[in-house]
């Protein structure tokens, strides 16, 4: 599989890689989600995942930062948009998602930490 679009793996080492941004739309023609937004949440309520959700405009002030493990009424307690929920290590989790990172071995093993998948709201970022 090429994930690069239309970048060979080469021009992205040379041109990009520590050097300077590059948004690849498409990167992987016909990816689907690992997980659906449900599963993905039903990690952050496992007390041996890192998550964390980031609200916008929070009870504490903008971008406040919340962690996890999560409950179900800590989701029914957040407004209907400008969040994000952010997960680490999904590919210790999720077979899929470790062999989605075996595509990315061109960059050095020691630069990757992990894959962290995340879902977001209409207006949610992580600041």
Do not use: C
């Amino acid at each position: 599989m090429h994930v690069l679009g239309h970048l060979t793996i080469e021009e992205f080492l040379r041109d990009y890689w520590q050097k300077k941004p590059v948004l690849i739309r498409q990167a992987i023609p016909g990816f689907e989600p690992l997980l659906a937004a449900d599963e993905l949440a039903g990690l952050s309520l496992e007390e041996d995942i890192e998550s964390r959700l980031i609200i916008e405009e929070g009870k504490t002030g903008p971008w406040e930062v919340k962690k996890g493990p999560f409950t179900e009424t800590d989701y029914r307690a957040l407004p209907e948009n400008k969040w994000t929920l952010l997960v680490q290590a999904v590919d210790q989790w999720l077979p899929e998602a470790a062999e989605l990172l075996e595509h990315f071995r061109f960059i050095p093993s020691w630069r990757i930490d992990d894959l962290m998948i995340s879902y977001a709201t209409d207006g949610g970022s992580v600041g």
